[in-house]
């Protein structure tokens, strides 16, 4: 069985930074775009990095010039560098995955539970 399963969210003060990491695992034979998307108290889920297998990367504009994505495919794992946070980061952040498992054609597509990113003023 697949999962994704994120780490390195939590409490931090505005201008703090965070390492976000979200590493899949099971019989996996290999990862295509991986995503970090965010979901506000009260708000509706967002996109904010996406990365290619080939290290591609998009942004929302909110977090361009802060926020790096990058991933390590030896390691099924992709990252999100957060820095000069602010309290309008505050976020369940959410791993998302298009995965290609042996003896299907087309990849699937996995989320995880989510961690808890809080900023403080």
């Known amino acids: 069985q697949v999962q994704l399963v994120e780490s390195g969210g939590g409490l931090v003060q505005a201008g703090g930074s965070l390492r976000l990491s979200c590493a899949a695992s099971g019989r996996i034979l290999s990862i295509d775009d991986m995503q970090w998307y965010r979901q506000p108290p009260g708000s509706q889920r967002e996109l904010v990095a996406g990365?290619?297998?080939?290290?591609?990367?998009n942004y929302a504009d909110s977090v361009k010039g802060r926020f790096t994505i990058s991933r390590d495919n030896a390691k099924n794992t992709v990252y999100l560098q957060m820095n000069s946070l602010k309290p309008e980061d505050t976020a369940v952040f959410y791993c998302?995955?298009?995965?290609?498992?042996?003896?299907?054609?087309?990849?699937?597509?996995?989320w995880g539970r989510g961690t808890q990113v809080t900023v403080s003023s």
């Open positions: 990365i290619t297998r080939g290290g591609y990367t």
């Open positions: 998302n995955a298009a995965i290609r498992l042996p003896g299907f054609m087309a990849p699937s597509n996995y």
